[in-house]
């Protein structure tokens, strides 16, 4: 049974286009997170969120935005997407924030073309 | 310069080797101190966490953090093909987000 599960695992698509990756966890954890990892292995924080508070970190474009429709699952919605946006994209969660540790999704690669 | 540093690798050597991976940071507030394990196409795990200063071992891992110099090692002893990973150090502070290292790539040889 997966902690956190990620989809898609592959997403391939145009510029210009707009996607969303979905995100959903069942460890009953308070936070969720959004990493984008880059070609060269760098993990990136995105976007830190609870059902209070939304943390964005302010290098991200506005083109990428989480929606949360509960406390289980944290959506990422790209707009207008970029050949620069291709990564790989981890969600992430936690109990506490950043206390006990993270547990990742198992990734979804983005190609944009 | 980067809040978070590792040596990129890779870091490559002979199984039952003992291996270090060194990570530095240049926040002093950070006291949780966090190193996660990634193989290739997953995500990351956390592998071991401690608490300020000094060693934590559990098995063939050791994890030792030196706050006054900024300074956080893992060793690995024994080390396995089963080990051939991206180690990426996380130190942080309870309460923010978690800054990783850009993580060392370790490939051990059979």
């Known amino acids: 049974d997966t902690a956190v599960s990620q989809t898609p695992k592959y997403l391939v698509t145009q510029m210009g286009n707009d996607k969303s990756i979905k995100c959903e966890q069942n460890l009953g954890h308070d936070t969720m997170y959004w990493y984008k990892q880059d070609s060269k292995k760098f993990l990136k924080i995105m976007f830190s969120?609870?059902?209070?508070?939304?943390?964005i970190n302010e290098t991200v474009p506005n083109r990428f935005s989480p929606k949360s429709p509960d406390k289980a699952h944290l959506n990422l919605h790209i707009n207008s997407l970029e050949l620069g946006d291709s990564a790989v994209y981890f969600c992430?969660?936690?109990?506490?924030?950043?206390?006990?540790?993270?547990?990742f999704g198992s990734g979804t690669r983005l190609t944009v073309v | 310069q980067k809040e978070v540093e590792q040596d990129p690798g890779p870091l490559s050597v002979p199984e039952g080797a003992i291996v270090s991976l060194n990570c530095t940071y240049s926040n002093s507030a950070f006291q949780y101190f966090m190193w996660y394990r990634q193989y290739s196409r997953k995500g990351p795990e956390l592998l071991m966490y401690t608490y300020s200063s000094g060693n934590k071992e559990d098995g063939r891992f050791t994890a030792q953090v030196d706050k006054s110099s900024k300074y956080i090692s893992l060793f690995i002893r024994d080390s396995q093909p089963s080990d051939s990973a991206t180690y990426l150090c996380?130190?942080?502070?309870?309460?923010?987000?978690?800054?990783f290292g850009g993580g060392t790539r370790l490939m051990v040889k059979p």
């Open positions: 969120y609870n059902n209070k508070e939304l943390i």
């Open positions: 992430a969660s936690s109990q506490e924030t950043g206390y006990n540790g993270y547990t």
């Open positions: 996380a130190p942080n502070n309870a309460g923010n987000m978690l800054t």
